[in-house]
């Protein structure tokens, strides 16, 4: 009897610095879930274009994201890690997606709506598109399982209408991709403004914290978190800035809210602030050292990258060219 594992899939953008948002939505429980599961970590490059970058960063960045993905845990033996851009089935079945998916459908995606308005001086189609090439970064590989934080929760949606409106259309092509949004950690938010999201590229870097920042700027940010007028220390989603705090403690001393409540009962904010900065610098501390290690061996992270495009184009081709022939395009003659 074959024992197949079942395959998950995830990726990030190389925009901006890897957050501690980023890690408690989708890194952590990727390391968390790589065992289980046959396992794809994506850079994705392409999507990140649909923001305005400078073209020397964004090369830097994705060689930086994969030393990063690395030393938070991601063991590069046992999984594939590959850059989006190098595997080109991804834009081509983005494609064929294209032409099942309503504008309707893009036009109620909340992201776009966001990002517009953040960078209305660049509203270009591949911001409205993005979500597509998502579904298609999923089903390329005929993922069944997705870790993301929630606000990819609407994205995943969409992935797993098409892949339904596919296989309806056709044949059974596609598995319905799953989301894995964790219960706590899935929205991580702002430190200066948090009745907004965490995110690594926000233009004020107070809002996020690294996961290369050193201690002192840490220290420096949590101490600078906005809370509220109020004293006692309670888990309140009416008081974020507060429960963002006490969200973020939980996860890095691995407890749980009541417990973080209980420690901190009686206690001031600024004690619970100058724990949770002295928490946050020793648990990133090995994993910053590991990346200091990493990011000098230029040839461990080529080898990674090539074995890593080879094994993804392989399992990318195969759906692509089913995809194909079930469409009616002619296979090239041999
Ligand atoms: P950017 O600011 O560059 O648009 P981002 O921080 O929103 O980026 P993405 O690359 O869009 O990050 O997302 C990577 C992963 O991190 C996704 O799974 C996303 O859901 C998750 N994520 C992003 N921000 C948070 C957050 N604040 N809390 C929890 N998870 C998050
Ligand atoms: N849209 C995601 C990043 C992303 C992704 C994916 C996540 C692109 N392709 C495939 C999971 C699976 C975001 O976080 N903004």
């Known amino acids: ?25 989708a890194l952590k429980n990727w390391v968390n879930l790589q065992e289980e ?6 850079i994705v490059d392409l999507h990140a274009l649909t923001v305005k970058q ?40 983005a494609w064929v997606l294209n032409t099942i998916t309503s504008f309707g459908e893009l036009s109620r995606m909340t992201q776009f709506k966001d990002k517009s308005k953040k960078h209305s001086n660049n509203i270009n189609v591949g911001l409205f598109t993005y979500p597509v090439l998502m579904a298609s970064d ?55 403004e948090p009745e907004k999201k965490m995110s690594k590229s926000d ?10 920042d050193a201690p002192d700027v840490i220290i ?10 109020n004293t006692d220390i309670v888990y309140d989603e009416k008081r974020p800035g507060l429960a963002n705090l006490l969200t973020l403690y939980t996860i890095l001393t691995n407890t749980t809210i009541d417990e973080t409540v209980g420690h901190f009962k009686g206690k001031m904010y600024s004690q619970l602030k100058s724990e949770l900065g002295e928490v946050c610098v020793e648990y990133l501390k090995p994993m910053q050292s590991e990346y200091n290690r990493i990011i000098q061996d230029k040839v461990y992270l080529n080898e990674i990258l090539k074995v890593g495009a080879e094994k993804a184009r392989y399992k990318a081709r195969r759906t692509l060219s089913k995809v194909y022939r079930k469409i009616g395009l002619v296979p090239l003659p041999r």
Not at 220 to 229: E, F, G, L, Q, Y
């Open 54 to 93: 400078i073209p020397s960063e964004l090369r830097n960045r994705c060689l930086s994201f994969l030393a990063q993905y690395i030393a938070c845990g991601i063991n590069p033996d046992k999984n594939t890690i590959v850059i989006q851009s190098h595997v080109p089935e991804h834009a081509e079945l």
């Open 37 to 42: 599961y046959d396992s794809i970590f994506l």
């Open 220 to 229: 420096k940010k949590i101490k600078r978190a906005v809370t509220d007028s």
């Open 1 to 25: 009897m074959t024992n197949k594992k079942k395959i998950l899939l995830s990726g990030i953008q190389p925009s901006g610095q890897l957050c501690i948002g980023n890690y408690a939505g």
């Open 203 to 212: 233009e004020n870097v107070n809002n996020y914290i690294a996961l290369l």
């Open 138 to 192: 999923i089903l390329i590989y005929q993922a069944d399982m997705v870790p993301v934080g929630a606000d990819q929760k609407q994205h995943l949606e969409l992935a797993r209408d098409l892949a339904g409106r596919f296989n309806h259309n056709y044949s059974d092509t596609f598995p319905i991709p799953e989301p894995f949004i964790p219960k706590s950690g899935a929205r991580i938010m702002s430190l200066q």
